[in-house]
Protein backbone atom coordinates (compact mmCIF):
# COMPACT_ATOMS: atom_id res chain seq x y z
CA UNK A 1 0.00 0.00 0.00
CA UNK A 2 2.85 2.41 1.05
CA UNK A 3 4.41 1.99 -2.57
CA UNK A 4 0.94 2.80 -4.34
CA UNK A 5 0.88 6.06 -2.37
CA UNK A 6 4.27 7.08 -2.74
CA UNK A 7 3.95 6.79 -7.07
CA UNK A 8 0.76 8.56 -6.38
CA UNK A 9 1.98 11.56 -4.48
CA UNK A 10 4.84 11.90 -6.52
CA UNK A 11 3.01 11.51 -9.77
CA UNK A 12 6.65 9.92 -11.87
CA UNK A 13 4.12 6.86 -13.44
CA UNK A 14 1.22 9.96 -14.52
CA UNK A 15 3.77 12.22 -15.80
CA UNK A 16 5.11 9.86 -18.32
CA UNK A 17 1.63 9.10 -19.17
CA UNK A 18 1.01 12.52 -19.40
CA UNK A 19 4.33 13.56 -21.50
CA UNK A 20 3.67 10.44 -23.87
CA UNK A 21 -0.27 11.30 -24.66
CA UNK A 22 0.59 14.87 -25.55
CA UNK A 23 3.86 14.30 -27.34
CA UNK A 24 2.00 14.30 -30.66
CA UNK A 25 0.36 18.03 -29.60
CA UNK A 26 3.76 19.36 -28.88
CA UNK A 27 4.94 18.24 -32.17
CA UNK A 28 2.02 19.31 -33.99
CA UNK A 29 1.29 22.67 -32.72
CA UNK A 30 4.94 23.70 -31.76
CA UNK A 31 3.88 24.32 -28.21
CA UNK A 32 5.53 23.33 -24.77
CA UNK A 33 4.15 21.20 -21.95
CA UNK A 34 3.29 24.53 -19.90
CA UNK A 35 1.68 25.78 -23.04
CA UNK A 36 -0.72 22.93 -23.13
CA UNK A 37 -1.51 23.38 -19.25
CA UNK A 38 -2.06 27.26 -19.69
CA UNK A 39 -4.15 26.35 -22.97
CA UNK A 40 -6.32 23.45 -21.34
CA UNK A 41 -7.04 25.36 -18.22
CA UNK A 42 -7.88 28.61 -19.89
CA UNK A 43 -10.63 26.14 -22.00
CA UNK A 44 -12.42 24.88 -18.83
CA UNK A 45 -11.74 28.12 -16.56
CA UNK A 46 -14.93 30.65 -17.00
CA UNK A 47 -14.23 33.86 -15.22
CA UNK A 48 -11.18 32.79 -13.27
CA UNK A 49 -9.32 33.41 -16.21
CA UNK A 50 -6.04 36.11 -15.03
CA UNK A 51 -2.43 34.90 -14.76
CA UNK A 52 -3.15 35.23 -11.54
CA UNK A 53 -5.69 32.37 -11.56
CA UNK A 54 -3.86 30.07 -13.89
CA UNK A 55 -0.81 30.37 -11.10
CA UNK A 56 -3.43 29.67 -7.72
CA UNK A 57 -5.67 26.91 -9.48
CA UNK A 58 -2.78 24.54 -10.88
CA UNK A 59 0.65 25.48 -9.26
CA UNK A 60 2.38 26.85 -12.24
CA UNK A 61 4.99 29.07 -11.42
CA UNK A 62 4.54 32.53 -12.47
CA UNK A 63 7.84 33.19 -14.76
CA UNK A 64 6.25 29.79 -16.57
CA UNK A 65 2.73 31.22 -16.79
CA UNK A 66 4.09 34.57 -17.99
CA UNK A 67 6.85 33.60 -21.04
CA UNK A 68 3.66 30.62 -21.79
CA UNK A 69 1.04 33.45 -22.11
CA UNK A 70 3.44 35.49 -24.60
CA UNK A 71 4.33 32.15 -26.76
CA UNK A 72 0.69 31.34 -27.14
CA UNK A 73 -0.18 35.67 -27.80
CA UNK A 74 2.50 35.25 -30.85
CA UNK A 75 1.31 32.30 -31.75
CA UNK A 76 -2.10 34.12 -31.88
CA UNK A 77 -3.62 31.39 -29.98
CA UNK A 78 -4.38 33.89 -27.47
CA UNK A 79 -5.47 37.27 -26.53
CA UNK A 80 -5.71 39.57 -23.72
CA UNK A 81 -9.29 41.61 -22.31
CA UNK A 82 -8.91 44.51 -20.45
CA UNK A 83 -10.91 44.67 -17.23
CA UNK A 84 -13.65 47.20 -17.40
CA UNK A 85 -13.59 47.81 -13.82
CA UNK A 86 -9.70 47.19 -13.12
CA UNK A 87 -7.36 47.99 -15.80
CA UNK A 88 -4.55 46.57 -13.98
CA UNK A 89 -6.51 43.33 -14.44
CA UNK A 90 -5.70 41.50 -17.84
CA UNK A 91 -8.11 38.31 -19.02
CA UNK A 92 -6.75 35.88 -21.16
CA UNK A 93 -8.72 34.42 -24.06
CA UNK A 94 -8.05 31.58 -26.22
CA UNK A 95 -8.74 32.93 -30.05
CA UNK A 96 -10.75 30.99 -32.36
CA UNK A 97 -7.36 29.87 -33.63
CA UNK A 98 -6.86 28.04 -30.71
CA UNK A 99 -10.31 26.01 -30.72
CA UNK A 100 -8.76 22.66 -32.99
CA UNK A 101 -5.55 22.79 -30.52
CA UNK A 102 -7.77 23.11 -27.34
CA UNK A 103 -9.95 20.60 -28.62
CA UNK A 104 -7.59 18.14 -29.10
CA UNK A 105 -5.77 19.17 -26.05
CA UNK A 106 -9.11 18.04 -24.67
CA UNK A 107 -9.57 14.70 -26.32
CA UNK A 108 -6.31 13.75 -24.37
CA UNK A 109 -6.79 14.68 -21.03
CA UNK A 110 -10.54 13.09 -21.61
CA UNK A 111 -8.36 10.07 -22.58
CA UNK A 112 -5.86 10.12 -20.03
CA UNK A 113 -9.23 10.44 -17.59
CA UNK A 114 -10.67 6.93 -18.91
CA UNK A 115 -7.44 5.93 -18.69
CA UNK A 116 -6.73 6.67 -15.10
CA UNK A 117 -10.38 5.95 -13.60
CA UNK A 118 -11.01 3.03 -15.78
CA UNK A 119 -12.44 0.26 -12.75
CA UNK A 120 -12.38 3.22 -10.23
CA UNK A 121 -16.32 3.49 -8.48
CA UNK A 122 -18.13 6.82 -8.55
CA UNK A 123 -18.14 6.29 -4.62
CA UNK A 124 -14.21 5.45 -5.01
CA UNK A 125 -13.64 8.95 -7.05
CA UNK A 126 -15.53 11.15 -3.94
CA UNK A 127 -12.63 9.39 -1.29
CA UNK A 128 -10.11 9.96 -3.40
CA UNK A 129 -10.86 13.32 -4.33
CA UNK A 130 -12.03 13.92 -0.64
CA UNK A 131 -8.43 12.14 0.31
CA UNK A 132 -6.71 14.36 -2.03
CA UNK A 133 -8.04 17.92 -0.74
CA UNK A 134 -6.95 17.29 2.46
CA UNK A 135 -3.27 15.89 1.40
CA UNK A 136 -3.05 19.30 -1.02
CA UNK A 137 -4.27 21.45 1.98
CA UNK A 138 -1.88 20.30 3.99
CA UNK A 139 0.80 20.87 1.54
CA UNK A 140 -0.16 24.29 1.11
CA UNK A 141 0.01 25.08 4.83
CA UNK A 142 3.27 23.40 5.18
CA UNK A 143 4.60 25.27 2.24
CA UNK A 144 3.22 28.91 3.21
CA UNK A 145 4.64 27.99 6.81
CA UNK A 146 8.10 27.49 5.23
CA UNK A 147 7.79 30.75 3.72
CA UNK A 148 7.00 32.65 6.85
CA UNK A 149 10.83 31.28 8.39
Same mark, same amino acid.
Given at each position: ?25 R?? @? ?10 ? @?? /????? %??T?? $???S ?8 ? /?? !?? $? %?L ?13 ? %? ?11 ? !???? $? ?21 K ?8 ? /????? %?A??E????
Open positions: MEKQIDNLLHGAQFKQLIENRIAEIEK @YGLRKVDIEVMY @YL /SRCGD %RNSK $DIKDTKITKGHI /SQ !SI $D %RQKMGLLTFIPDEND %RRCVHLKLTAQAE !SVAG $DIAAVWNDLNRIVFEGVTDEEKVLSSVAGKI /SRNID %RLEQSKQ
